[in-house]
């Protein structure tokens, strides 16, 4: 506990999520600390930064949207440094949760479409679904390889001048097709993480979640930092 | 030129031989591509290197720097075996039918009369044989072995193909497609013409190499007729201009002679100088010499020149011997020179208006050592150029120390410029700064001069203050006065001689030379531009570009000196009816009455065959063979000053006899032991001479940035020097050290057998102009060596080792 | 504003082509590479006119000015020693914007507005919308566009489009001493071009051809080549197109990304409402 | 950005703060630079070609203007040139405005190794007496052989290859009244 006496307003459980992560602070589990959602919103805050100052440049239809940056040169300089940050916020984010991401073989399964719809219709059996289950750490190493095929192509096209002419107009579809499915991911990451999964939101936010939200959501999570009887060794 | 510019589009066929048209004179060039568009003209271009002439040429032509006269022998020798020569034209129009003494004769290289000891021709040999009357004996059919033709035709046989081959290093199968191409010209019905510029003049052997030329010309019966002429394309805006004003110490105004020691009075100077014709049918239009000449004294010495005092002739300042540009700085450097048996000295003050002499050379060292020997030099320029500041160039000139050099310069600001035709020169703006024109400079100087003179007396002060300045504002003299001063004004009541109702009061403009008198009624500052200025008024600011005949001859556009004629000798592109040989391209004809077409070289109304075409030469006719000259009345290949081999004709001779090389202790001459390679220098169309470098920030220098050496690509693989790389040039004079551009349009020829190189470097930078786009003077390699009747230097072949810098 | 009336095309324009109304007769350049000497009176005139440059340069050993076009030097003559059936030649083409009647610049273009197309055919860089992204440098086929580092723009040959708007020439053609470079509609230059290739062939240049490439739609400038089976001796593509890769770019994945991006929100939202929260039922 | 543009933008853009401004600077013709300069026919002072040209100089001869050149061009009337012009032709501009042209007269001292200024009036004299004492030095009225000769072979005088035919006869005029033997010009290079 700190050392100074806590203010009755704050919440216990947030104030521990400050430091440390998985334990249990009377009815709620801290899911993450202060590290991890900071590092997420600047990731977050990054790529819209890099998107909003991208898209007029990627076509005309939404030229307005860069005079709320100051105009279409003001774009072309910002969005390759926005890229550039948000490129280096998601290797910080990759390195910080690389560890929660190792792949079991049960993740396996979400690589089968049969698996993706079950989790659409809420039912499938998540009895075994640890801090993060299959989709999200999917989700996690495609994000990682699209920054990638974002940065290398985005270089590219920084400076076309310095790469020759069919390096340029391949780095073009690359930095289209990777920036399309990144926004595809991130518009269903965004659904899942705000309206289809209640709960979900404040616990990127505040960093704490309900034991039930845990049981529902995470149970072999939820077993393991509560300490009750795992069902299987 | 003969003829003009435009005038070239009318070509079937152009030899360009002894220039680079395309880069020298690149809008003038436009005609040559418009022939090749309009008549599939063939465009031949003969150059050492592979120029932007040959670039778009038909057939290009290498040869070795100095060899035009072998080869242009080649070319009459080919018409004349082949009988492609307008034969009707060579018997009609040229001396071919004079019969020329006996005891003229050409035997191991040297012409009859050559006086070892002197190094001159005596040149009696050479005369025609004339009858009881005075008038020339002729052959009508050339078959009189003493006939000029028959001379010429022993003269030129040994220019064999192969002897062409074996002295120009041309392979023998290009050298016989040009004479096929050239020699198609040898007829009636088609024409040829011949351009050539500083590639020819700027030999030891120019003035034949232009003979050669004419020759060929002549045979082909290509001289005076539209698309054809012998065509000298002139360097500076009014080269042509500034000889025809006497710009040279050997003539005065309109080409008149400078009065010689030996000529004591006014009627000894015209007895001397004013032909008698040597045929009946012989104009000898020089026979108006005196009405030139006095009408030209009243011009310069107004109302002071009177009958009394031969008409001022006595002020006019005598020459003794050759006071030309290498001997300006040889007697400078010398600080004496001997004339007329006794030593007189040398210049000590020194005006140059817009001249280079370190850059022009040659041989820029002796150049730097000459002027530092002044103790005045005015130098009237719009830049600082390397003449300006010879008392600070760099080391490599080895002029002596700043502090030694006792000349007190003055640096002046002009502008101002003509043109060829006599076109006015109307003015944009103001000259910058405090600069002044030129022609104010010049009156201050003379008037500041007067006054001293009316002040203070001293060496005869008459010759100085008796000189017409009478303009309306002497120190700003109105150009528009001088030309008309130069153009021809009647002193008194004057009768045109052809048509008597024609009369002139006093102060009246004359309409041309045809009324000038010798009795002192007209003054005329340039009888060959007479017209330009008539009561009509200032013809040079015509701008009617109308071409009615469609041969591009405007008459309506400015005046063409003489009588605003645009195509000399035009009489000879008529037949012995006075019908054009070509009907399509018509020089004048005779319509019953008079000459019609272009302003007649004619009297207009003479019946044909009642003055021979060429109506300046005593004799009507064109010379084939031409005795006035200092080496030989027929061109002989002689190799230049610096020869790579002997001579293949004639070893005894080598060069030109009639050279006489110069000896003070700057004047080294190198052998081809020590420098095989043979070297020519060029210009670029970039620049212009020494001038355009000296604009900072200037385009031009952008788009040819530095001095540069191009070496054929094979000898560079010779001596491992790569594109790009420094490498230096050495003569016996100097040496310098540039950029090495290795191309494949230099390429080695065997001469005499033996593989020659060639390189050249263009002239155009000097150690003065902007920071970054200076370079060694080209000059500083070039030998003192001249053509021994222009004393025109040779700046175009001579001898270079090359080594890697 | 009068002048839209003129664009026949803009780059990055909103929906599809900007059809300005006027019709205006459509200029064409004329290039005969077998009457140019070489002078670059046409490189100096264009600077002189469009008061640009001198770019620094120093002599490497080449007659060429520069070994590239610069954004101060839109015009360059490049010089080519040859061996060729013919002999030696020295091949020289004046290399500058070949206004294509289908711009890759403009086709790469990302900023509207930034590259237009006049109805006369002149292709032309609006500094006032360029980003200076480099794009239209990497889509035009002949390697045109260039980059100035001072204003942050593109630049490049305009055609004096000027000079022609006030219906004079362009100042390159004007100075051309040999009459190597002339100006016209298309259609009277296609004509003196081929008139001019013909008779090259008459004088034994079998390969001549007018170098009017259609990969592009044909070009603003026409070419005569004598030698004509190698045009890269003269520096110019064989067949010179607008980059494929950027035609699939802009017609297929781009439309087909939009519509997946949508497609996703509305399939979230469409779940949401028929799946609603997943969430823990009461008392579980 | 031209001003007319500028002015567009600015109060278009002025609204634009609040909502979505999609107005932009269309792209237009560019300005013809030459519609009202003056026109001066003249011609070229390089080479003998003699292309005509026409010399555009800024204002219309107002009083108020010192006309300085703006832009050179082939005068499309000369029937030799046609309009057309070389590389140096087409660069007149830089010849005429270019800063290293000497606008004031200058003198070097005997033995020094830098310029000074010097007025007109000063340069004119000191070179007249130069003329004279150097004439009255070395004139030669007979030469060795007794002959009257009035000639001055002290002074040399070169050039006019770039001048006028008038300037050159009044050269001549002046070559003659100091009885100038050493006379050549570029016509002999």
């Keep these: 506990m700190s050392s100074g006496a806590p203010s009755s307003l704050a919440d216990p459980a947030v104030l521990r999520a400050r430091r440390t992560e998985d334990v249990v602070v009377g009815d709620e589990i801290v899911r993450h600390r202060l590290a991890s959602r900071v590092i997420h919103w600047s990731v977050a805050l990054l790529f819209f930064l890099a998107l909003f100052s991208g898209l007029p440049i990627w076509t005309p239809v939404l030229g307005w949207m860069a005079h709320l940056l100051g105009g279409l040169n003001v774009c072309r300089w910002l969005h390759p440094w926005a890229g550039l940050l948000f490129f280096l916020a998601m290797a910080a984010m990759f390195v910080h949760w690389l560890g929660d991401m190792r792949l079991e073989p049960p993740d396996r399964e979400w690589l089968r479409p049969r698996k993706m719809v079950e989790y659409m219709k809420h039912e499938g059996d998540e009895a075994e679904v640890g801090k993060y289950n299959g989709g999200q750490k999917l989700f996690f190493f495609a994000v990682a390889l699209g920054a990638a095929g974002l940065i290398v192509s985005g270089l590219v096209l920084w400076f076309p001048l310095s790469f020759p002419r069919m390096a340029s107009e391949l780095a073009t579809l690359l930095h289209d097709l990777t920036f399309i499915l990144f926004v595809v991911a991130v518009v269903l990451h965004v659904y899942l993480g705000t309206a289809a999964e209640p709960g979900t939101f404040h616990s990127m936010v505040r960093g704490t979640v309900t034991r039930r939200w845990a049981r529902f959501h995470h149970p072999r999570w939820y077993r393991e930092v509560t300490g009750e009887r795992p069902r299987h060794p | 030129m003969t003829n003009g510019w435009v005038d070239i589009k009318n070509a079937d066929v152009i030899l360009a031989m002894g220039g680079n048209p395309a880069e020298n004179h690149p809008v003038g060039f436009k005609w040559f591509l418009e022939a090749r568009k309009v008549r599939n003209c063939k465009l031949v271009a003969v150059d050492p290197r592979f120029t932007r002439t040959a670039a778009v040429a038909d057939l290009y032509s290498p040869i070795r720097p100095g060899t035009d006269i072998a080869f242009l022998c080649g070319l009459v020798r080919h018409a004349i075996e082949t009988g492609r020569f307008h034969e009707d034209y060579v018997r009609l129009h040229t001396s071919a039918p004079c019969l020329v003494s006996p005891d003229f004769g050409f035997d191991e290289g040297l012409f009859s009369g050559f006086d070892a000891e002197k190094g001159e021709y005596a040149r009696e040999s050479w005369a025609y044989q004339l009858d009881g009357r005075g008038f020339v004996k002729t052959d009508p059919t050339l078959e009189d072995p003493q006939c000029v033709f028959q001379l010429l035709k022993k003269h030129v046989d040994r220019y064999t193909p192969e002897m062409v081959e074996r002295i120009c290093g041309t392979p023998k199968d290009t050298f016989l497609k040009v004479a096929e191409i050239v020699t198609s010209t040898g007829n009636a019905a088609r024409v040829g013409t011949v351009t050539y510029a500083l590639g020819w003049t700027q030999h030891s052997t120019g003035v034949q190499m232009i003979r050669a030329a004419a020759i060929l010309q002549l045979l082909l019966g290509n001289v005076g007729r539209p698309g054809g002429g012998v065509n000298a394309f002139r360097g500076h805006s009014n080269i042509q201009g500034a000889t025809d004003t006497a710009g040279t110490f050997e003539i005065l105004p309109g080409y008149l002679k400078t009065p010689v020691g030996s000529q004591h009075s006014l009627r000894e100077y015209l007895d001397a100088n004013t032909p008698k014709p040597l045929l009946a049918a012989s104009m000898n239009y020089w026979q108006n010499y005196p009405k030139f000449m006095v009408s030209l004294l009243k011009a310069v010495y107004g109302k002071a020149a009177t009958r009394e005092n031969d008409f001022g002739y006595s002020w006019l300042p005598k020459v003794d011997g050759n006071y030309s540009w290498m001997y300006i700085y040889d007697d400078m450097y010398r600080g004496s020179s001997t004339r007329a048996g006794g030593q007189e000295p040398g210049p000590e003050g020194f005006i140059t208006f817009g001249m280079n002499p370190v850059a022009l050379g040659p041989n820029s060292k002796k150049m730097v050592a000459a002027l530092s020997k002044l103790k005045w030099m005015v130098v009237v320029e719009n830049v600082e150029t390397e003449t300006a500041i010879f008392w600070k160039a760099p080391r490599e000139y080895e002029g002596p120390e700043p502090a030694a050099i006792p000349t007190e310069v003055f640096l002046l600001r002009t502008f101002t410029n003509s043109a060829r035709w006599l076109q006015w020169k109307w003015k944009a703006l103001d000259p910058p700064g405090q600069a002044k024109a030129d022609q104010e400079i010049l009156a201050a100087i003379l008037l500041a001069v007067r006054d001293l003179y009316q002040k203070e007396g001293g060496a005869l002060p008459e010759q100085v203050t008796s000189v017409s300045w009478s303009y309306s504002n002497p120190y700003r003299p109105d150009l528009g006065e001088v030309l008309k001063e130069m153009s021809g004004t009647a002193l008194a009541e004057v009768h045109d001689p052809s048509d008597k109702t024609k009369v002139h009061t006093a102060g009246q403009q004359l309409d041309g030379f045809g009324q000038l008198m010798d009795d002192g009624t007209t003054a005329c500052g340039n009888w060959l531009h007479s017209g330009v200025y008539t009561e009509a008024g200032n013809n040079a600011q015509r701008r009617n570009n109308a071409d009615p005949l ?98 293949p004709l004639h070893p005894k001779v080598t060069s030109n006899p009639a050279f006489k090389k110069f000896t003070s202790d700057k004047d080294v001459y190198g052998a081809r032991e020590e420098f095989p390679i043979v070297c020519t220098t060029y210009r670029l169309t970039e620049h212009f001479h020494y001038w355009t470098q000296h604009q900072h920030d200037g385009l031009l220098n952008e788009v040819q940035p530095g001095f540069f050496i ?18 230096r040039v050495i003569s016996a004079r100097g040496q310098i050290q540039g950029v090495a551009m290795v191309t494949r349009r230099l390429r ?32 500083l390699l070039t030998p003192s060596a001249m053509d021994p009747n222009t004393w025109t230097p040779e700046y175009k072949a001579f001898l270079v080792k090359l080594e890697k810098a | 504003m009068p002048q839209t009336l003129e664009i026949r095309r803009s780059s990055a324009s909103l929906w599809g082509e900007k059809t300005g109304m006027r019709h205006l007769p459509v200029v064409a350049k004329y290039i005969d590479t077998t009457t140019c000497i070489g002078c670059k009176a046409c490189e100096v005139a264009c600077q002189e006119w469009n ?234 | 950005m031209q001003r007319r543009t500028f002015l567009k933008a600015t109060v278009v853009g002025g609204g634009a703060v609040l909502g979505f401004d999609v107005s932009r600077a269309e792209a237009e013709m560019r300005e013809f630079k030459v519609s009202r300069t003056t026109e001066t026919r003249s011609t070229c002072p390089y080479c003998a070609v003699s292309c005509g040209v026409i010399i555009h100089t800024l204002g219309d001869q107002a009083k108020n203007v010192v006309p300085a050149v703006v832009h050179v061009e082939g005068d499309p009337d000369h029937p030799i040139s046609r309009g057309t012009l070389c590389p140096k032709g087409a660069t007149l501009k830089d010849d005429i405005t270019h800063r290293r042209r000497l606008l004031s007269p200058r003198v070097r001292r005997p033995g020094s190794d830098h310029w000074e200024d010097i007025s007109w009036d000063e340069a004119i004299a000191k070179i007249a007496r130069h003329v004279k004492d150097t004439r009255d030095r070395t004139f030669v009225a007979r030469n060795a052989r007794g002959e009257v000769v009035n000639r001055t072979p002290g002074i040399a005088m070169i050039g006019g290859c770039t001048d006028t035919n008038e300037f050159n006869f009044l050269q001549w005029k002046v070559v003659t009244a100091l009885g100038v033997p050493y006379r050549d010009t570029q016509a002999r290079v």
């Design chain 2, 550 to 647: 469609g041969l591009g001859m405007f008459h309506n556009w400015a005046f063409s000196w003489p009588a605003n004629r645009r195509i000399m000798y035009n009489r000879a592109s008529a037949d012995a009816e006075g019908r054009p040989w070509d009907p399509t391209r018509a020089g004048i004809k005779w319509n019953g009455e008079k000459w019609v077409g272009d302003v007649p070289d004619m009297k207009p109304d003479a019946p044909p065959g009642t003055y021979g075409a060429f109506i300046m030469m005593p004799e009507g006719l064109a010379r084939l063979f031409a005795p006035a000259l200092n080496d030989g009345p027929f061109p002989e290949h002689y190799e230049a000053v610096e020869a790579p081999i002997a001579n």
């Design chain 2, 710 to 727: 191009e070496i054929p690509e094979a000898l560079a693989e010779q001596k491992g020097i790569r594109n790009g790389s420094q490498v």
């Design chain 2, 748 to 779: 080695p020829l065997t001469v005499d057998g033996k593989e020659t190189w060639q390189i050249g470097f263009p002239i155009h930078w000097g150690f003065a102009g902007v920071p970054g786009h200076t370079g060694p003077l080209a000059n």
């Design chain 3, 51 to 284: 008061d640009l440059g001198p770019v620094p340069t120093v002599q490497t050993g080449t007659y060429q000015t520069l070994p590239n076009l610069h954004p101060e030097f839109w015009n360059l003559i490049r010089f080519n020693e040859r061996e060729t059936d013919k002999g030696f030649a020295w091949l020289m083409r004046k290399d500058q914007c070949m206004h294509c009647e289908d711009p890759g610049c403009l086709a790469a273009c990302p900023s509207p507005g930034a590259i237009v197309q006049y109805a006369n055919g002149i292709v032309d860089v609006n500094p006032a919308q360029c980003i200076g992204c480099g794009y239209c440098e990497t889509g035009c086929p002949f390697d045109v566009p260039k980059f100035h580092q001072k204003t942050g723009k593109m630049a490049k040959c305009t055609l004096c489009v000027d000079r022609v708007g006030v219906g004079l020439e362009p100042a390159c053609i004007k100075a051309c001493p040999t009459a190597c470079l002339q100006f016209g509609t298309k259609d009277d230059m296609v004509a003196r071009g081929r008139s001019r290739v013909e008779a090259l062939k008459a004088n034994g240049f079998d390969h001549a051809v007018l170098y009017d490439p259609p990969g592009v739609g044909g070009t603003g400038v026409v070419t005569v080549l004598a030698h004509g089976d190698h045009p890269e001796w003269y520096g110019l593509p064989r067949d010179p197109r607008v980059s494929p890769l950027l035609r699939l770019w802009k017609s297929v994945l781009r439309p087909l990304g939009a519509v997946a991006m949508l497609g996703t929100l509305f399939a979230a939202v469409g779940h949401f409402m028929y799946q609603g929260p997943k969430e823990p039922r009461e008392g579980a």
